[in-house]
C-alpha cells in the first residue's frame, strides 16, 4: 500500500529521514523536487564526501562507504551491490560530475567534504567549483593535486579554501612558479618543492611537512632549526622531511658538518610508517627532544622528528 509519506507531521517526517542512509535518501529526493526539498528541510549532516571530479562519488557515514558511480544504462540506476570492504555502490546518472556533487552536498546538508582530488580537468570547472565551497563555508579536509593543466592557476584559489587536515600535490610547477601560503593544514606533501621557500617554512603551523626535490640548502636549515631550538616555536611540528640537491657537506647544520647521525648507541625512530635510524638528539629550551639525521646524496634527504618515543637499539 502507497504511503502518503510527504503528508506526516514534519516532525515525523524529519525522524524518517533521519534514518535513512544516503542511498535511500538519494532515491526519495528524485521522486519530486517536493520531496527533495523537504529532505533538504531536516537536520545538517555529520556525514562526508569524497570527490574525485570523475565517475564516482563517495559518502563516509560513520565510516562506512556508499559509492554513487556513473551507470550508462538506464536499467541500472539505483542499483545496489555491496563491494566488501569498499562499501556499497549505487548506479546513478552522472553528467556533470561537479553537477552532482553540489546536488549531494544540498540534498544531504553536508558541511564537509572529506577529500577533493583534483586531477586531468580543466580549470575552470575546479575554480568554479572552489568558488561555490568557499561562498558556502565548506570545510574540505583533504586536498589532492595530481596531474592537471594550468596547477599554478589552481594554487592561489586554494588559499581561499578552508582545508583543514592535509595538502598533496604531485604535480610539477613551471620554472617560474611562486606561491605563498596565507594559512595551512596539518599535513603538507609537495614533491616538487623548489618554489617554498625558508620564509614559508618558518611561518608554516603543520604537524607534519614534507617537501621533495626542495631548494632549501644549508644555511636554510640551520635558520630553521636554530628557530626551532628557541622556547615554544613550532609547537605543532612533529615531522619534518626535505629531499633537497642543495644540502651538502660544505656548511654546518646546527654546528654539524653533513652527514649528521649517531653511530653510537645505534637507533631507530618511528614515526608511524616513516622512521629515523640513528639519528642526533638535541634538546629545546623548554625540554623538548628534537632528532636529526641528515643523509647525502645527489638529492640528499633531512629527517627530523619532535618528541621523545621509545628508540629501540639496531
Known amino acids: 500500500?502507497?504511503?502518503?509519506?510527504?503528508?506526516?507531521?514534519?516532525?515525523?517526517?524529519?525522524?524518517?529521514?533521519?534514518?535513512?542512509d544516503p542511498f535511500e535518501l538519494y532515491k526519495l529526493s528524485k521522486c519530486s523536487k517536493r520531496?527533495?526539498?523537504?529532505?533538504?528541510?531536516?537536520?545538517?549532516?555529520?556525514?562526508?564526501?569524497?570527490?574525485?571530479?570523475?565517475?564516482?562519488i563517495i559518502t563516509t557515514v560513520d565510516s562506512l562507504h556508499y559509492n554513487f558511480v556513473k551507470?550508462?544504462?538506464?536499467?541500472?540506476?539505483?542499483k545496489i551491490r555491496n563491494a566488501g570492504r569498499y562499501g556499497k555502490h549505487m548506479g546513478i546518472q552522472i553528467g556533470d560530475p561537479f553537477d552532482v556533487f553540489f546536488y549531494?552536498?544540498?540534498?544531504?546538508?553536508?558541511?564537509?567534504?572529506?577529500?577533493?582530488?583534483?586531477?586531468?580537468?580543466?580549470?575552470?570547472?575546479?575554480?568554479?567549483?572552489?568558488?561555490?565551497?568557499?561562498?558556502?563555508?565548506?570545510?574540505?579536509?583533504?586536498?589532492?593535486i595530481d596531474d592537471t593543466p594550468e596547477v599554478d592557476k589552481i594554487m592561489p584559489v586554494l588559499n581561499e579554501m578552508h582545508v583543514t587536515q592535509k595538502f598533496e600535490c604531485l604535480k610539477k610547477f613551471p620554472s617560474n612558479f611562486r606561491h605563498?601560503?596565507?594559512?595551512?593544514?596539518?599535513?603538507?606533501?609537495?614533491?616538487y618543492s623548489f618554489w617554498f621557500t625558508i620564509d614559508q617554512l618558518l611561518e608554516c603551523s603543520c604537524v607534519r611537512i614534507e617537501l621533495?626535490?626542495?631548494?632549501?640548502?644549508?644555511?636554510?636549515?640551520?635558520?630553521?632549526?636554530?628557530?626551532?631550538?628557541?622556547?615554544g616555536s613550532f609547537p605543532n611540528l612533529r615531522w619534518l622531511q626535505i629531499v633537497s640537491k642543495k644540502i651538502d657537506d660544505k656548511s654546518p647544520i646546527l654546528g654539524m658538518i653533513p652527514p649528521i647521525e649517531n653511530a653510537r648507541p645505534r637507533t631507530r625512530l618511528w614515526y608511524g610508517a616513516d622512521r629515523i635510524d640513528s639519528p642526533v638528539q638535541m634538546i629545546r629550551d623548554d625540554?623538548?627532544?628534537?632528532?636529526?639525521?641528515?643523509?647525502?646524496?645527489?638529492?640528499?634527504?633531512?629527517?627530523?622528528?619532535?618528541?621523545d618515543p621509545i628508540a629501540p637499539s639496531i
Open 180 to 191: 605563498q601560503f596565507e594559512k595551512f593544514p596539518k599535513k603538507i606533501f609537495i614533491d
Open 104 to 144: 549531494l552536498i544540498d540534498t544531504f546538508r553536508i558541511r564537509t567534504v572529506e577529500s577533493l582530488v583534483i586531477h586531468f580537468g580543466n580549470f575552470d570547472a575546479y575554480s568554479q567549483a572552489a568558488k561555490e565551497l568557499i561562498e558556502r563555508n565548506i570545510e574540505i579536509e583533504e586536498v589532492y
Open 287 to 307: 625540554g623538548i627532544v628534537g632528532s636529526l639525521r641528515v643523509r647525502l646524496a645527489n638529492w640528499s634527504t633531512l629527517k627530523f622528528l619532535v618528541g
Open 71 to 78: 551507470s550508462e544504462q538506464p536499467e541500472n540506476y539505483f
Open 212 to 231: 621533495q626535490e626542495s631548494m632549501l640548502s644549508n644555511q636554510d636549515l640551520d635558520l630553521f632549526l636554530q628557530q626551532w631550538k628557541k622556547k
Open 1 to 20: 500500500m502507497p504511503i502518503a509519506l510527504l503528508k506526516f507531521p514534519y516532525d515525523l517526517l524529519a525522524e524518517v529521514f533521519e534514518h535513512c
Open 35 to 56: 520531496t527533495q526539498r523537504s529532505i533538504k528541510l531536516g537536520e545538517t549532516k555529520n556525514w562526508k564526501l569524497q570527490f574525485s571530479g570523475g565517475n564516482k
